[in-house]
């Protein structure tokens, strides 16, 4: 079974710049497309960007674009999520996602169309 694992959310000032971790772990990683996802407290999950089994191709919220860049190491089986400038909007707990595209292409900012989730990890940013 797929397990992703999270790491790398703390407390960090507004302005700042924080990485995360996902590292994914029974499966052929490189067949997988994979999504950044949070949700504030009293919010829907929220997409944040998403990035093809090759690595070639992202997609990313409108609102975070500029700011947020999601890259994979296929020979590490992790997914990074950078974030830059930090706003205290950025609050959130984030998660990562994982799908099988083994017979497929492309990805999605649809939290549905992924069957693999990590657990989550705490993002707060302080203002």
């Known amino acids: 079974q797929v397990q992703l694992v999270e790491s790398g959310g703390r407390l960090v000032q507004a302005g700042g710049s924080l990485r995360l971790s996902c590292a994914a772990s029974g499966c052929t990683f490189y067949n997988y497309a994979l999504g950044w996802f949070r949700q504030a407290p009293g919010k829907e999950r929220e997409f944040v960007a998403a990035i093809v089994r090759s690595g070639d191709g992202t997609s990313y919220a409108d609102s975070l674009k500029g700011r947020f860049t999601i890259s994979r190491d296929n020979a590490k089986n992790t997914v990074y999520l950078q974030m830059n400038s930090l706003k205290a909007e950025d609050t959130a707990v984030y998660y990562c996602?994982?799908?099988?595209?083994?017979?497929?292409?492309?990805?999605?900012?649809?939290?549905?169309?992924?069957?693999?989730w990590g657990q989550g990890t705490q993002v707060t940013v302080s203002s």
């Open positions: 996602a994982a799908k099988d595209v083994s017979f497929l292409s492309g990805l999605s900012r649809s939290s549905n169309w992924y069957n693999y």
